[in-house]
Structures are given as structure tokens and as C-alpha cells.
């Protein structure tokens, strides 16, 4: 399965990752559209932290235990068995927050127009994630490991 | 008359909801053959029990309850009896018996069996239009009437009250609600939480009437009023009543099995009898806030619960990492996240920190820098760091300052924590990247 790391020590906190994820979640795909154009707003699913000197960015780990799965009210979250991908059917989502309580990682973000939880999906369309592929100073790097069971 | 049935199952599961399918699921992962039975008396694929409320307001329709795909059974080749009561239980002889008449005879059992309503000793409450608000017949026939009805009260504030009160209030209803205590939701919010979230029903036309209870139920056949102690009537043709669930023990009355309030079961969901294993809202599970056992009737810790039942029910050893009271509630749009306890008992001995801005609101409840007790209102979004600092017991002294902060995130804890939480790369797992030729041109230029 993909994960997805970041290394602190070379991160600029310049939030592209940021931009470029959100980016890659909007209808155009298009930095400028997405940004200025499109209503609502793509969120991003990934965070830049920041205190001091020091920053990173963080997602979903898509965790080999996902509390949040196992605390999700309706069966909207899963752990895909194939790819271990942590996934969100927005659909069935019913905008509960309860694996918002319980990410240890603060990395689920509330998706108020659609009433759901909004999460990394790891870039489905892309061989490499966006925040991966277009992080300037390679603080963010992909790995491709054995899903635990 | 035909002769009645014997079915053999490897594992036996009571209840079709949070812990069952939990525990279904978890003997699938590790034990692909062991034939696995489900009964419930809900004759329905199994559902999300707390989407009841939007089945009421009508935002789901009964598919879109649904809590695992329809092929599920046939998937995990599960045989689900589902429309069947188990009427007895023979503990020694590894047996059950149905309803129909049906025998089943079991390896290992699970009890999910979840909870009733409690009953109020109110007059009345046999009349016509009075309902509990706990399974999906109850939200498919309070529905078949809310369009012929204009007022509704709603017995009881917590949890189950309150998503009722919101339903009927959505589907256009003037609705009251009635608690005995000083305020609503009171076992999982503090004061000032459970003041937001009723002024939050109030600014939606909705009466909340706390210190009072319903001490009459009028009407002829159908309810008509509710007369409360203090003597006021009001008027209404639907009454909910929604004054909490206890554990359904009934088939384990009598039985060697440990009981307390709900079957007490060890740190594998083990109860005390040989094979035979408990969880979610019949349980008495341990809560890691509290150090000990006790109900916690939440979907998370049934499911959770289950999974770890069903795990040492196949063999692979598993401990259950505890649970708590933990509620992410959203009511007319203001979001809620509380665990713990919320309210201390004794103020001296635990530390109180809070912050109330314009519809944001945070608590902590602290003994010994280690978190008991959260709040979050409005401001939601990194609650799960506070909760996992708090189900770790991590000492937060030297960063106390930052947690109420609103920039509060992982990067505020001590580097030891987040570094741990980011996790680290092993390097030969590492995807090197294609070089980025166009950029260099372009840079060239
Ligand atoms: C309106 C409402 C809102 C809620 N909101 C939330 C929420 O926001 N967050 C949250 O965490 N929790 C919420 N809950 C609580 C949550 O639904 C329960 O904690 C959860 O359903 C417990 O799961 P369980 O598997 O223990 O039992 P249950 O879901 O109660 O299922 C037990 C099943 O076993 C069946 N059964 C029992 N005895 C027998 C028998 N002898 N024979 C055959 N079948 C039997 C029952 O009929 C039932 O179908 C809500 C509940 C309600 C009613």
C-alpha cells in the first residue's frame, strides 16, 4: 500500500501541498480555477502545521488499525483490503464527525457543503500523490508497503 | 407438526447491529471457514441504529441506513436469521433456543443483544401516538403519523431525546422537550455545553423545559396532553418517550453469568462463563477514563467491542483498548465533540481549564495533568488530539497552554509525540521520483 511520510527537517512549510491537493480535489483541476472560480471551494485534505521553526504537513495515515472505520456510525469509512487505502463514501457519510473525535492525527476535515467528512485519498488518478510529486524540497516522500493484516 | 429443527454453528452472534457485524467481521479476517450464524428479531439487513433520526426527517431512506452492502452475508458466508427471537439460552449444553422453535447449538457465543427503553411508571403510556425512538419501527411509525400531527413532546434530554426532538422539529412539528434534570444532555455535556445546545434547539422554535417531568399522559385512546409535576398541560398527539436504555439481559437472568447493571466482561469481552462473550450496549466493558467497568452505550465501543469479541473467539488473543463515554453530536448545524467526564464530580480535586469565544467553546477536565474529560463546541476539528492524549493518559503539564489555543494542532505537543505520531519511512520502501526535466528547462530559460 502507499503512505505517505513527511520529513520535518527539510519541510519549508510553503503549504504547495497544500494548494496542489487541493487542486488535484476540484472539478477544473486547475490552480487558478479552483481557487478563484469555483464554488464551493475543493478542500484540501492535508494540513500545514507550523510553531516556530518548526513545521510539517500531515494527512490521513491510513492506518493498518483505523479507529475511525471501526467508530464510523454508517459504514461510510472503510479500509480498502486491496490497496489499504482509507476511504470516505460521502454519499453514506451523514456528516457525524464521530472519527473526527477519535483521529489521533487531527486529519479529517469537515466538508460542510456536502454534509461529509473530507479525507487524502491518496490521489487515485496519480501514480504519485500531488503533495508527494510537487513538494519542492522532497519533504514529502511516497513508500510502498506491505499491507499488515 | 414437523419436528423442530437442531442448527450447529461454530459461532453464534446475538444481535445484528454495531457488535454483531463488528464481531462477524473480525472471526472472518482470521477464521475463513467457521460457520458463523446472526440472529436478531429486527428483520432487517443490518442498519445504522442512530440514522433512525434522518430516516425521520426523511433525509434517508431504509437503503441508505444500511451499514454493510446488501451481499454482505453472502460475502462473509454468514447465515442471518434475521426476524428470529432467541427465547433461551442453555449455557451448559451449548445450546439456543428460537422463537420458532428452533434449536441452535454453538461453539463460542456472543451476546449483542444491545439495550431496551427504560419505562416510566407514567399513566397513560399504553394510549395510542406514544412511542420509544430505539429501532427502525419505531422512526417508520412515528413517521406514518407526523404528517397528521402538529405538536410533539419528548420525554427525556439526553442523547436519543434530543435526536428525536430534532427530527420532529425538522419535519415541522412544534415540539417540547421534558427533562428531569437542570439541564439537557446532561451526562455527556458540561453546564455552559448543555446551555449552547439548548439555546441551539430554542433559536429552532423548539421548548426545552428542564426540572420537570411528565406525571400524566391525557387522551381518550390516543394522547391528547401531557400534564407535567408542576401541573401545566400541553398539548400534543405524538409523545416520545426517550429516558435511556438498559442493557437487554434477559436471557442471561437466572444464569451463572456475571451481571452488574450490564454482563461484565474482561479486557478479551470474555464474560465469566467458558466460551461465552458479551459486548456493546449489554456490556459492562472497561472505560480506560474511569480504571474500571461500566456501561458506555455508545456505536464505537459496541463495534469496536465486538471486534475484539470476535477476534478471541477465533483464537487470535486481543485485548480491548477500553473505551469511553464519546459523543460527536451536530445538532441544527453546531457541532459537538465530548468524552469523558465532562462534568467532575468533586471540583477541588480536578482542574477545570475552558475557553468560550463567539460559538466556539472548549473544556478540559484535568487530575494530575492527565486529561479526563473534553468538550469541543464550533471548533471540532482537532478534537481527536485531545481524545487520544486523553486515552493515552499522556502528562500534559509542560503544554497545557497550548491545548485550549487555536492554532492548537499536533505540531503544539512535545516533538516526542508528534515524531511518533508522523511515523518514519523504512528507506527501501521509498519511491524514488522521475526527475522534473520540464521544470529545469523552463528555469534554463
Ligand atoms: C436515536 C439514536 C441515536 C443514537 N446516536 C448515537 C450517536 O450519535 N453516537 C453513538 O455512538 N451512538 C448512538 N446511538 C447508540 C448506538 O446506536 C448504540 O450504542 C449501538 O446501536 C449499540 O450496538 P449493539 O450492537 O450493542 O446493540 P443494538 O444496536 O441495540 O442491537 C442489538 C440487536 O440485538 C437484537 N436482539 C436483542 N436480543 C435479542 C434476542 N433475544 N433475540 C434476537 N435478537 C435480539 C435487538 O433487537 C437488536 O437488533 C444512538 C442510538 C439511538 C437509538
Redesign the pocket.
Known sequence: MKKIYVREEVCMGCGLCRVYCQTEHSRSKDIIKAFKRETPRPLPRIRVERNGETCFSIQCRHCDEPVCVYSC?TGAMRKDPASGTVTIDADRCTG?W?CILVCPYGALTRDENRKAVAKCDLCPDQEVPVCVANCPNEALVLTIEEIAH | MAKARTLKTKYLI???????IGAAEAIREVDKAGSITI????PYHCYS??L??KYLTGERTFEGMLFRPLDFYEQNAIDARLG????GLGLDKRTAALESGERITWERLLI????VPIVPDTTGLDKRGVFN???LDDARAISELVDSATKAVVIGGG??GI??TEALSKRGLEVTVVEMKDRILNTILDEEASRMAAETLENAGIRVITDNTVAEIMGKDWVSSVVLSDGEEIPCSLLVVAIG?LP?I??VQGADIKVNRGIVVDRTMATNYPDVYA????SEAYDFVLDTNRLT??????HIG?RVAGYNMAGVRTEYPGGTA????NYFGLDIAAAGIATPPEKNVYECVSRREDGTYKKLVMKDDIILGMVCIGDIEKSGILYSLMKDRVNVRKFKGALLADNFGLVSLPRRLWRERLGAPQPEQVVELPEEEEMEDVMDE
Open positions: 456510525l457525524c464521530t | 446475538i444481535g445484528n447491529s454495531a457488535g454483531g440472529v436478531s428479531d429486527e441504529r442512530p433512525i433520526a428470529h427471537t432467541v427465547t449483542a443483544s444491545g439495550g425512538f430505539i429501532s442523547l436519543i435526536s428525536a436504555v437487554r434477559d436471557l459486548c456493546g450496549d449489554v452505550p455508545i456505536w464505537p465501543n459496541a465486538g464519546m459523543n460527536s453530536l
